[in-house]
């Protein structure tokens, strides 16, 4: 099928659009399928299933033929509906927000245990670099107790996280601030996380689809070694951070010994190894301030 959804039946919308996908080469094409017709027709997978001979209305078939474009054309499905889940949390994104990835969950479980380890009362969490929120609102729907900030140089961005902060009932313990990186700050902070541009500028026309031209270059471009935003981050992360606190990074593929190197220049102490995501790639390295 390769014209317009109308008058096809929902079950038959489903199948035609995976087989679409899946010959455009996209992987998760049964998945996209199902989640823009739920889009389009405003069912969740029950009512998929309920309504799957239901006939698309005008209306539906004109949204699902808008959707089919333009994730053939290479726009990610999280881009098309608006929001993608992070952490069991469903985010909002805007053109300014990347979009949360699986990978960055390292960073939150790795910012977890030292949380929990320490069990310091009413942590001060610092998010650098927010973007739509995601590290932030994931650790502090898991510390009731904690409190954070998130700081990032796009208006656009913030808007999208304070929005997110709103929307999951978040917003009393979380503040938002414009600023690079850290520059406007001086308070302390038992926390800091970030997960920050590291692409080398030269990579990222080679980057994926999806990526490249839909996320925004600002939130991708780590400069030529990919390591500008880390030369920032960790010694204003040893200015800010308390006696005994944690920097809990974000890294790319083959990045863990300069990061660890630039922790340790700025005077943070490295002790534990990287962590590594799901796909066994080091994802995640922490930097301590224990000289207060």
């Not at 590291?198 to 270059?217: K, T």
Request: hydrophobic share 45%; with cysteine.
């Amino acid at each position: 099928m390769t014209g317009s959804f109308a008058g096809t039946a929902i079950a038959a919308a489903r199948r035609a659009l995976g087989r679409r996908l899946r010959d455009a080469g996209i992987e998760s094409a049964e998945l996209d399928a199902r989640l823009l017709v739920g889009e389009a027709t405003g069912l969740d997978l029950t009512g998929l299933i309920v309504q799957a001979e239901r006939r698309l209305t005008p209306d539906e078939a004109s949204r699902l033929d808008a959707f089919a474009a333009r994730r053939l054309a290479g726009e990610p499905v999280a881009r098309i509906l608006g929001r993608r889940e992070f952490w069991g949390l469903s985010l909002t994104l805007s053109a300014d927000t990347l979009v949360p990835r699986p990978d960055t969950e390292t960073v939150v479980e790795v910012a977890l245990d030292y949380l929990r380890a320490e069990a310091r009362a009413r942590p001060l969490i610092l998010d650098l670099g927010t973007g739509s929120g995601a590290i932030l609102l994931a650790l502090l729907s898991e510390c009731p107790d904690a409190f954070g900030l998130a700081t990032d140089i796009s208006p656009g961005a913030l808007r999208a996280a304070r929005a997110n902060a709103v929307a999951l009932g978040l917003a009393d313990r979380a503040g938002f601030v414009a600023c690079d990186y850290a520059a406007a700050l001086g308070a302390s902070f038992d926390l800091i996380v970030s997960n920050p541009p590291y692409i080398p500028a030269r990579d990222i026309a080679a980057l994926d689809v999806e990526v490249r031209a839909h996320d925004p270059r600002r939130a991708l471009d780590g400069g030529d070694d990919g390591l500008h935003a880390y030369r920032r981050i960790a010694p204003e992360s040893k200015r800010l951070l308390r006696p005994g606190g944690a920097l809990v990074v974000e890294i790319g593929q083959g990045q863990s010994d300069d990061v660890t190197a630039l922790m340790r220049a700025a005077g943070l102490a490295v002790a534990d190894p990287p962590r590594p995501d799901l796909g066994g790639v080091f994802r995640a390295v922490v930097g301590r301030n224990l000289t207060g």
